[in-house]
């Protein structure tokens, strides 16, 4: 009689081998503003089918971090910005982590607590007034239960907290937002935390269709750009941004600071007037940066520093609000099957039973927040044609490789 897990042993042992451009040390972000997603138990093997080894909450759902127990998988947990006035209070933080980090540890790896999400490109004063004794109040109860060398504490922000983004090296922080970011940055620097930033190429693109390669955000072969003050050249956005971030630390004195990018993507789906939306782009850049993350390389400016980024999402989300887009930059559907081809085949996990919101007030984690790119962020990123950079692998190889694998895995009845 089969072993009714053998399928989904086999699909697992199939994807880790035959595609080892996908088994990197990916980040995925899992959000959860969905009435229709599976079970966090049947999310473990398709995190695990994707080869990512970090997850990121937009909360510290207790049914996620019990289903991950024991699995090795990293996690940041988040504290959404409606708790922010809450968590200035040293109790009322201490409570926060007994119950959300303290209670799963060890079996979970928790190893950050993200506080708040883009608090500090709301305009709202009164919220960003709170993010830094928030997050010093976290890191203090921490230090009371002895696990602040194994937790850090950050706060993810957007790209809209720059100034200027191009050329990279001219990357700075707006004049108007030194006076938060200074202290926050003096704050992930002492307590040795890294600098989280929320990048999407997508946005750019989508506002300035006739200016913005679609080659040049998608990592696709082209031209590219040169820094005029550095030399150095970037064949794509997201490094151009990162190394904008990493020019803006600097600049502040901060130029040992790790950046680690908590959300990237593309939607497969958008409105009419959200140009460059579809199945066909989201599978460029998804597919392309899952590629550059498993070759281990580095920006222009920080080649020898490896890429440390969390792809959004997991799952399409069917109660976002906002364009269709915002309800589409899963990797999966719901039941389990990829949103579009990226090389790994899914776990079908029909039935889900999920209706959690993940603690989130609607809309509040991934890109939603984005309704524009910040000013400037497209200024040079224009004209830009074709250059090539292949990654070509043997199709025959891989074949043969697979079948190879196949006879192991009945041979070895896993």
């Not at 239960?145 to 050329?167: C, G, I, M, R």
């Not at 392309?288 to 799952?315: E, H």
């Not at 790119?373 to 497209?378: H, R, T």
Request: charged share 15%; aromatic share 10%.
């Amino acid at each position: 009689m089969e072993d009714p897990h053998f399928t989904s042993k086999l699909l697992l042992f199939i994807t880790w081998f035959l595609f080892p451009a996908m088994v990197a040390s990916v980040g995925i972000n899992y959000g959860q503003i969905a009435n229709n997603l599976p079970s966090p138990e049947r999310v473990v093997p398709l995190v695990k089918s994707i080869g990512a080894t970090r997850v990121k909450l937009y909360d510290a759902d207790p049914k996620v971090l019990k289903a991950f127990a024991n699995t090795g998988v990293e996690f940041i947990v988040g504290l959404g910005n409606e708790y922010l006035s809450k968590m200035t209070d040293p109790n009322n933080a201490q409570a926060w982590v007994k119950a959300n980090v303290q209670a799963y540890l060890p079996a979970t790896k928790i190893t950050s607590i993200a506080v708040g999400n883009e608090v500090l490109t709301f305009n709202d004063t009164s919220l960003s007034g709170c993010l830094l004794p928030a997050m010093q109040s976290v890191h203090n109860a921490l230090v009371n239960l002895k696990l602040d060398s194994q937790v850090t504490v950050t706060t993810a922000h957007s790209v809209a907290v720059l100034q200027n983004s191009y050329p990279p090296s001219s990357g700075a922080f707006r004049p108007d937002l030194k006076g938060c970011i200074s202290p926050i940055l003096d704050f992930l620097s002492k307590t040795c935390s890294p600098f989280l930033i929320n990048a999407y190429p997508f946005f750019a693109y989508k506002a300035n269709p006739k200016q913005v390669s679609l080659d040049f955000v998608l990592f696709q072969p082209n031209a590219g750009i040169t820094d005029p003050a550095n030399n150095l050249h970037y064949d794509n956005m997201l490094f151009a941004q990162i190394d904008a971030v990493y020019a803006a630390l600097n600049r502040l004195g901060y130029n040992k600071m790790t950046v680690q990018i908590s959300e990237t993507g593309w939607p497969s789906k958008g409105d009419d007037d959200e140009l460059g939306a579809s199945p066909e782009n989201a599978k460029k850049y998804n597919g392309n940066l899952l590629k550059i993350i498993s070759q281990k390389k580095g920006t222009p400016a920080r080649p020898n520093t490896d890429l440390n980024i969390f792809v959004f999402a997991m799952f399409n989300e069917n109660l976002k609000p906002g364009p269709t887009s915002e309800r589409n930059y899963g990797l999966f559907k719901p039941d389990g099957t990829p949103a579009y081809g990226l090389g790994f085949s899914g776990i079908g996990v029909s039935g889900g039973n999920s209706t959690s919101t993940g603690g989130n007030s609607p809309g509040t984690n991934g890109p939603g927040v984005y309704l524009s790119p910040p000013a400037n962020s497209s200024d040079g990123y224009m004209d830009i044609s074709l250059s090539p950079e292949k990654v070509i692998r043997s199709s025959w190889r891989r074949l043969g490789m697979g079948l190879m694998l196949i006879l192991m895995a009945m041979a070895f009845d896993i």
